[in-house]
């Protein structure tokens, strides 16, 4: 494992983060939701921004790419499918490709259905994930561009990353999460140990994140549509795990 990570917080509820391979120097930003907290993240790193990684094109996670692509002439890396809406790309990417910073080797997989052209990064080597708005600790994004079926897909797809890959979202949401999923899981032991663990990151200030998927996946209720006691606990039983996800979806909306 080579590859470094320096996290920090952006806008009200982001995360901004960058990823460095100090073989060759090269320093990706996954995401840009305001230039400045990046630059000061640099500045505290000693990293040369040679790339960002976009995951989605919504202005939270877009807003700061002009004026560091102005300052620093990084290369930015977008969702081929959002490309169009992402004025400041340099290359548009999808399932299959490989992005090198440095020596470092990043998978695109599309996961798609918060927005329709989402990608997540995956340093399969480094066994880091950025997963922006489509998966987040104890929760995911919300449904705006795709249907419940795909997002059910994109999150299936990051649950079946190794257990021991370390998740990067794009939101510090992880304790209003749990409040909601201990309505969807009160007797899930993983949920109730994450649950003591965010208490005390927060109280000492820190992020919630990085976290691996095993984790999630034995506590993110949105990734356990699939398990037949979380469906019957939610009064369907039987029904499909898309149609379990899409309901548990709802009341996160409405909650
Ligand atoms: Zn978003
Ligand atoms: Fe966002």
Redesign the pocket.
Known sequence: MTAKTYLFNCLSDNFGVLVHDPASGATAAIDAPEAAPVEAALKASGWRLSDILVT?H?S??TAGIAELKARHRCRVSVPRAEAARIPTADAGVAEGDVVALGKLQARVLDTPG??SGHVSYWFEADKLAFV??TLFSIGC?RV?EGTAEMMWASLVKLRDLPADTLCYC?HEYTEANIRFARTIEPDNRALAARAAEVTALRAAGKPTIPVTIGAEREANPFLRADVASVAAGIGMAGRSPAHVFAEIRERKNRS
């Open positions: 989605h919504h939270d996670h918060h927005t922006g708005d994004g705006i794009g």
